[in-house]
């Protein structure tokens, strides 16, 4: 959770920035058995806990290579009891923030040569900017499509992006399950 008042400089960047139309499918990766279309506040690495948040990819590996990571928490072995399935979303997003420039990122305080490449219990300095930007969207957002409801940014452990969609601000129209595919081989990934 962010504590303090919102950075005002952070305000003022995220305001002028133009809202977008996305519409398109995403991929996600979930614990065997849990609903792919579920939000959730975790206080990862583009939310502070406050808010849920629907975490997905732009493309396959970057799905596969975000959870690969999560799932072995930096370890060399990936643990094979606990599945995780392949999930294809269609998503309508209104209102979408597009944070991908490295221009943008170094103006909003991260630090691109780092991002990503921290080890697991180093992550926190890098955390803490990344949520204090996606809590500060989430602030300015609204059902209004002008306003964010959701933000593109880079993927951590892939070259591509990822779509993180603010729950508050889309309907569960929005996003449809659209294909299982099925139980993942960790040692093909």
């Known amino acids: 959770m962010i504590e303090g008042p919102r950075d ?7 305001e002028v920035l133009d809202a ?4 398109g499918i995403v991929w996600r990766v979930t614990r065997d058995g849990r609903d792919p279309t579920l939000f959730f506040g975790g ?20 799905a596969l290579a975000e959870m690969k990571f999560h799932v072995s928490r930096g370890q060399p ?14 998503v309508r997003v209104d209102g979408l923030l597009d944070l991908t420039a490295a221009s943008l990122l170094a ?5 691109r040569t780092t ?3 921290l080890p697991y219990l180093d992550r926190h300095g890098e955390y803490e900017t990344c949520q204090k930007i996606a809590e500060t969207a989430h602030f300015l957002g609204s059902d209004d499509p002008d306003d964010p409801s959701g933000i593109l940014v880079p993927n951590a452990r892939h070259k591509g992006n990822n779509l ?7 309907s569960p129209e929005d996003i449809v399950h659209t ?4 139980v993942i081989d960790w040692s093909t990934v």
């Open 77 to 90: 072995i990936t643990p094979t009891k606990i599945k995780f399935r392949l999930h294809e979303l269609k």
């Open 179 to 182: 294909e299982d595919h099925g």
């Open 164 to 170: 993180v969609i603010f729950g508050d601000y889309v």
């Open 115 to 117: 991002f990503g490449k």
């Open 8 to 14: 005002r400089k952070l305000i003022d960047t995220l």
């Open 43 to 62: 206080g990862n690495r583009w939310d502070d806990g406050t808010f849920d948040v629907l975490y997905t990819s732009l493309d396959k590996e970057g």
């Open 107 to 111: 103006n909003l305080g991260v630090d």
């Open 20 to 23: 977008q139309t996305f519409e």
